[in-house]
């Protein structure tokens, strides 16, 4: 079975790397006096003074941008880090990473960006508050990000538990799922409405009623009421009103309704159950990937919020908000 990671921040990410392969970090210096050996490995692609990126980073640099695009490899610029838009003329809007072209335009980009935090380095800048500031809270990303995936990384669902949420919760859920074949009658005054029920129950031909005296669309099928071209239908907001919802629903099979009213127009319904039909859960295979990744949702979700907890109750003594500054 294949494993994933969950990493939710906002929303929830499905990670298939490993540990912090989505976040390349930058192998040089905060200081140029002091030289950083950097474990690398494949050929290099580019190096300057100690900064070194080798054709396999890069090559998973590549990767990770594409999976991060739903496995799309043309990249919108904005995609592509802050101060692309200035390297990449205005008219284009996307790169092509899985074309030659597209990868040397890429590892040009990755230079020159190389090229301006060392010649901002150079001149001090890199020391100024605003740049701590920024350069902490992308580490507070980064570190964020990185104990979420060192945390998450053997959360993995069993087939017994895919089979066990199937026949526990999906299965007997869909189940008592009862969709309703329903007519209806619609007409524009009770005497109308009256006469119209004293006709069914005489008659008892509901659809050739409906026919002759529905006022609305549905009379052209005999009073017969779809919902997204489905015969079978269950409550629906903004379809009807709740007393026709609690009418249809509480009827038997074959039942006709008494008289109601639409609360908010001068209608008069009368309805009748034709069939009901139980919900029918798709097999086990059709619906294995969902019910797997619904699982792996709720342990991640359960994951994270325990880690939270811990580490805000490590952190209590340390930690100050005042929430009540915000306005």
């Known amino acids: 079975m294949k494993k994933a990671y969950f990493i939710i921040v906002g929303i929830v990410f499905v990670l298939t790397l490993s540990g912090c392969d989505l976040l390349p970090l930058p192998s040089k210096s905060s200081s140029p006096k002091v030289p950083v050996v950097t474990k690398s490995t494949g050929p290099t692609l580019a190096r300057m003074n100690d ?38 003329p205005a008219q284009i809007e996307k790169i092509d990473l899985s074309s030659i072209e597209g990868k040397k335009f890429y590892l040009d980009l990755l230079i020159n960006q190389e090229l301006l935090a060392q010649e901002a380095e150079a001149r001090g800048l890199d020391r100024s508050p605003e740049v701590v500031k920024g350069i ?4 507070v990303e980064i570190l964020g990000f990185t104990l ?3 945390t998450l990384k053997d959360v993995k669902v069993t087939p017994i538990e895919v089979e066990d949420l199937y026949n526990n919760e999906y299965k007997k859920t869909l189940e008592s799922i009862e969709r309703r074949k329903i007519r209806e009658i619609v007409v524009n005054s009770d005497s109308k409405a009256k006469d119209v ?25 005999g009073g ?12 629906q907001q903004g379809v009807k009103f709740n007393k026709f919802w609690d009418t249809a629903f509480t009827l038997d099979k074959g039942g006709v309704s008494n008289v109601f009213k639409n609360p908010d127009k001068r209608e008069y319904y009368i309805v ?40 805000k109750t490590k952190f209590e003594a340390d930690l100050v908000i005042n929430s009540n500054l915000i306005n």
Do not use: C, H
Not at 136 to 139: E, L, Q, V, Y
Not at 201 to 221: H, K, Y
């Open 136 to 139: 902490r809270k992308s580490s």
């Open 272 to 311: 009748k159950v034709e069939d009901i039909q139980k919900g029918v859960p798709k097999s086990l295979n059709e619906v294995y990937n969902d019910l797997e990744y619904i699982l792996l949702r709720q342990k991640t979700m359960n994951i994270i919020n325990d880690l939270m907890s811990k580490v």
């Open 51 to 88: 900064w070194v990126l080798t054709i396999d980073e890069f090559d998973n640099q590549v990767d990770v941008m594409i999976r991060l695009n739903d496995s799309d490899a043309n990249i919108p610029v904005s995609a592509l880090g802050i101060v692309a838009g200035t390297f990449i």
């Open 224 to 235: 017969l009421l779809k919902i997204n071209d489905q015969e079978y239908i269950v409550p």
């Open 148 to 150: 979420l995936n060192d």
């Open 197 to 221: 029920l004293i006709e069914i129950l005489t008659l008892g031909d509901f659809p050739g009623v409906a026919t002759r005296n529905s006022i609305v669309e549905t009379a052209l099928v």
